[in-house]
């Protein structure tokens, strides 16, 4: 396999049993399918690790708008897109096969966006207080018990509320 940027050879690394492909010519990285899941986050050994490997091959690219092939589907082009919601990392994705490129310095972005799941749970608890109560109105059909409806709908929000609280 050959780095998208550079054309030179991947290096396959395994950071916890898990392998990765890293361009020693720009400091990239490519993971197969839902790998990335296991170095999002700064806190965890392989995160931390792999960030700090990819660190001392840091190097400035020309153009990270150019689109470029994915090294394990050669004739795809990956799509290049945001990795979340804040639009503060953009990744290369294969839409064959799934496998996404970081270029040099995504890897340390990517993580320092990374809530830990205590604030993910905080931010839950806020999302569900801030839509409480919903009134949802409608007129009944004739064959349907439009107030039992309503109760098992505000159940099923008294549940949600209750579980995110929990954490």
């Known amino acids: ?26 400091g990239g990285v490519l993971f197969e399918n839902q ?3 296991s170095f999002e986050c700064p806190n965890d ?11 001392q091959f840091h190097s ?4 990270l708008k150019e689109r470029v092939s994915c090294p394990l589907c050669i004739d795809t082009v990956m799509l290049r897109r945001f990795y979340s ?11 064959g096969c799934g496998a996404i490129w970081l270029d040099t310095g995504e890897l340390e972005k990517l993580q320092s966006l990374m809530l830990s799941e205590k604030d993910r749970a905080i ?5 569900m207080k ?3 109560p919903i009134q949802i109105k409608g007129a ?3 064959h349907d018990n439009w107030n039992r409806r309503s109760d098992k709908i505000d159940a099923l929000f008294d549940i949600a509320s209750y579980i995110t609280r929990g954490w």
């Open 1 to 26: 396999m050959k780095c998208p940027r550079t054309r030179t050879p991947l290096k396959k690394v395994s950071v916890g049993k898990v392998p990765v492909y890293i361009s020693e010519a720009c």
């Open 85 to 95: 919601p804040l639009h503060a990392v953009e990744i290369d994705e294969c839409p």
């Open 45 to 55: 050994k392989r995160g931390k690790a792999l960030a700090t490997h990819l660190s």
């Open 140 to 142: 009944p059909h004739k």
């Open 130 to 132: 801030e839509h409480e």
């Open 60 to 63: 400035e690219l020309a153009d």
């Open 35 to 37: 790998t990335l899941k």
């Open 123 to 127: 931010l839950r608890h806020e999302l």
